[in-house]
T-cell receptor
Framework: KNEVEQSPQNLTAQEGEFITINCSYSVGISALHWLQQHPGGGIVSLFMLSSGKKKHGRLIATINIQEKHSSLHITASHPRDSAVYICAACRGSQGNLIFGKGTKLSVKP | DADVTQTPRNRITKTGKRIMLECSQTKGHDRMYWYRQDPGLGLRLIYYSFDVKDINKGEISDGYSVSRQAQAKFSLSLESAIPNQTALYFC????????????FGSGTRLTVV
């Protein structure tokens, strides 16, 4: 079993829909990262959180430390949100990242 | 200029050739990492360095070597490239434990034929 599991693997949505991507982890962490990878390949850090909730524009990330679970929400989705979203757990003692396999999101106009 | 710069962006090389991928950063971070990304497998750690004199193997270091020439530079070498090393390679930096933020380079797409 992978230490960081994401679901779903693939997600297709219509423009305007509310989207949720889930991440569960089994290791002790100091933080949980949400990353975005566009088709060109570059990786951008969206959020880094260790508790509670963070919001940036239409993106919201939450984490429940007790349940070892995090979610990334996109409100009013847009075709430009189409990308791969990657959850990564920052291992508590070392600070190294353990990555989920990513969720490929496609938002149709 | 980007905070983390990888060169080259794309490279095609032949089996058996030695190739070096370079990474430089202006973040001033001590920690640097090399990852490879394969479809369906996600990102996997090849090597990491906590400072110039501290280099560590990651989960898939076989067939690779690294050099930390300075705080700002971390190079990855494939001594004798093979086709299953075809992948997208990322360099990253972090400021752990001062913060938990990571910064990624734009990636190098390597094809071994």
């Amino acid at each position: 079993k992978n230490e960081v599991e994401q679901s779903p693997q693939n997600l297709t949505a219509q423009e305007g829909e509310f989207i949720t991507i889930n991440c569960s982890y089994s290791v002790g962490i100091s933080a949980l990262h949400w990353l975005q990878q566009h088709p060109g390949g570059g990786i951008v850090s969206l959020f880094m959180l260790s508790s509670g909730k963070k919001k940036h524009g239409r993106l919201i990330a939450t984490i429940n430390i007790q349940e070892k679970h995090s979610s990334l929400h996109i409100t009013a989705s847009h075709p430009r949100d189409s990308a791969v979203y990657i959850c990564a757990a920052c291992r508590g003692s070392q600070g190294n990242l353990i990555f989920g396999k990513g969720t490929k999101l496609s938002v149709k106009p | 200029d980007a905070d983390v710069t990888q060169t080259p962006r794309n490279r095609i090389t032949k089996t058996g050739k030695r190739i070096m991928l370079e990474c430089s950063q202006t973040k001033g971070h001590d920690r640097m990492y090399w990852y490879r990304q394969d479809p369906g497998l996600g990102l996997r750690l090849i090597y990491y360095s906590f400072d110039v004199k501290d280099i560590n193997k990651g989960e898939i270091s076989d067939g690779y070597s690294v050099s930390r020439q300075a705080q700002a530079k971390f190079s990855l070498s494939l001594e004798s490239a093979i086709p299953n090393q075809t992948a997208l390679y990322f360099c990253a930096t972090s400021d752990f434990p001062r913060s938990v933020g990571y910064t990624f380079g734009s990636g190098t797409r390597l094809t071994v034929v």
